[in-house]
């Protein structure tokens, strides 16, 4: 009984097809705001799948996403009235992101509790998961590329750049200072935001990364013990096999 996987984010929209032993290698992705009936069409061409697991943060495209692929099966949003296996501690749940969601049900699932889970994407949110497993909230931050692009626009003399390992801290160049400025400045956010949060856990707990640019960020931080780059996948997985019946 294969599912569609759906993990529409604000940059992009990757879809999967997956069944309750795990993912498959058939894969496709979209850039968001290039989602249209025709676009998903072509994108989704030869997919065999009985029902969709929806996970999105983009309320208009979301609309389009549920419209295309009832015609093919049930399609479920993932969202907090969802069936997760988590506790939700959390005074309005509605606020809760989906995919903040899927990345608790994934590591609770595949790494264990208490968790930390960091997703850099267009912003990068930190999501705290305790023993329980429960939903305990998190913290919302600009994301790496957010942060480059505000510069590119809003100075006159700094370019758009490529974020990349800096060669040193001392820029001998100005896109060397501006990836040094990028890529430390942003390992000393996270270093500072995980502190806090460690600070008010009960236990130790495992400190998992995914997104685009965890692999880049995580290289240099120790604190982050696993780069997971499915992790937002096995989520909405997980929260399928529970779901689509």
């Known amino acids: 009984m294969p599912w569609l996987l759906v993990d529409n984010s604000n940059t992009r929209t990757k879809f999967a097809i997956a069944d309750a032993t795990g993912i498959s290698a058939s894969r496709a992705w979209l850039p968001t705001p290039d989602i249209s009936p025709e676009s998903l069409a072509t994108a989704l061409a030869g997919f065999e799948f009985t029902g969709s697991l929806l996970c999105s943060v983009v309320p208009e ?3 389009i996403l549920r419209d295309f ?5 049930p399609v479920h949003p993932l969202s907090y009235q969802s069936d997760t296996g988590l506790t939700i501690d959390y005074p309005h749940p509605a606020q809760i992101g989906a995919d903040r969601l899927a ?3 994934g590591v609770a699932a595949t790494h264990g509790t208490p968790a930390i889970v960091i997703d850099f994407g267009t912003a990068v949110t930190f999501d705290v998961v305790a023993a329980g497993p429960a939903y305990c909230g998190g913290v919302i931050a600009p994301g790496l590329g957010a942060m480059q692009d505000y510069l590119g626009k809003r100075t006159a003399l700094l370019p758009k750049i490529e974020i990349d390992e800096p060669r040193a801290a001392i820029g001998k160049s100005t896109i060397e200072a501006m990836q040094a400025g990028a890529v430390y400045g942003y390992r000393g956010l996270v270093r500072e935001i995980l502190l806090r949060l460690r600070a008010e856990i009960e236990g130790d ?18 604190e982050i013990q696993y780069v997971d780059p499915d992790l937002t996948l096995e989520g909405i997985r997980l929260a399928a096999v529970r779901n689509l019946h």
């Open 205 to 222: 707990p495992i400190i998992v990364a995914t997104g685009g640019d965890a692999g880049l960020i995580a290289k240099g931080l120790p």
């Open 103 to 105: 990345n608790a049900i």
């Open 61 to 63: 495209k979301a609309r």
């Open 69 to 73: 692929l009832a015609s093919r099966g």
